[in-house]
């Protein structure tokens, strides 16, 4: 089993086949290296320079006044099958969101889905949303979970003090009930904050039992709230250098 499964890094990472690797003009789409790109037609996607964490390249997404309950700018990828264990990780940036105050303001930035799940359950494995929350920002993590009459565990991790205002997000998720050792780890941290496999933030017990493993992933913003769609019109929320791994350790 191949430790990385995709680079799809909005840096061009993946574009030439290694990581590190750049092109001097940053693409005008992102597929490829991204399956699909879904936007509507109130919100907007852009490639723009710089990157994130000396990329040349990001993304920026946002949703545009007056904009209704579904919208999205988003990319997809659909590399990933019926992953029994799944890592993923992207940075991502929120200076531009200076509209959040308050924690019923929030829009989903990725979510990880599995083609089966329990009956009446959603596919999503994992979602991560942002929360407009003060003094802090913070980011909500849902975790598939039967156990739960929900049929998901929340973790919410606040957002460290961040002069950039860039954040790194990683995750471990293996498929199946949590015996013995919790099998959801999370790291979230300052863009320029060191991060170890041994260390994460944070780790949840789940048992994801009837869906079969990550198929697909989102990144960008969707799923918004009443309450983040009006405080964010026409604020750009950035996202970069996703990678996704079944195995190893991703870090910074």
């Given at each position: 089993m191949n430790a990385k499964m995709k680079v799809l890094?909005?840096?061009l990472v993946g574009l030439c086949g290694y990581a590190g690797s750049a092109l001097a003009v940053c693409p005008t789409d992102p597929v490829p290296p991204w399956t699909s790109k879904n936007v509507s037609a109130d919100a907007t996607l852009a490639i723009t320079a710089p990157g994130l964490a000396t990329t040349a390249c990001k993304l920026d997404v946002s949703v545009i006044a007056g904009a209704i309950a579904n919208a999205r700018a988003l990319v997809t990828d659909d590399s990933p099958v019926d992953e029994p264990r799944y890592r993923a990780r992207f940075y991502f940036n929120i200076s531009a969101l200076t509209g959040l105050t308050t924690a019923n303001q929030q829009a989903s930035i990725f979510n990880a889905?599995?083609?089966t799940?329990?009956?009446a359950t959603s596919p999503a494995e994992v979602t991560i949303k942002l929360l407009g929350t003060t003094p802090a920002r913070a980011i909500r993590l849902l975790v598939a979970d039967v156990t739960q009459p929900s049929k998901f565990t929340t973790v919410t991790a606040v957002l460290p003090v961040s002069a950039s205002g860039s954040y790194y997000v990683e995750f471990d998720l293996t498929q199946g009930a949590s015996i013995p050792n919790p099998n959801f780890r999370y790291w979230v941290a300052d863009a320029a904050t060191a991060t170890s496999d041994a260390s994460p933030t944070g780790t949840a017990p789940?048992?994801?039992t009837g869906w079969t493993g990550v198929t697909t992933a989102n990144l960008g913003l969707f799923a918004t709230t009443p309450g983040f769609r009006t405080?964010?019109?026409g604020?750009?929320?950035s996202v970069d250098q996703?990678?996704?791994?079944?195995q190893t350790f991703i870090g910074q």
């Open positions: 890094s909005l840096a889905s599995a083609t799940s329990p009956a789940v048992d994801t405080a964010a019109a604020q750009v929320l996703f990678d996704s791994r079944r």
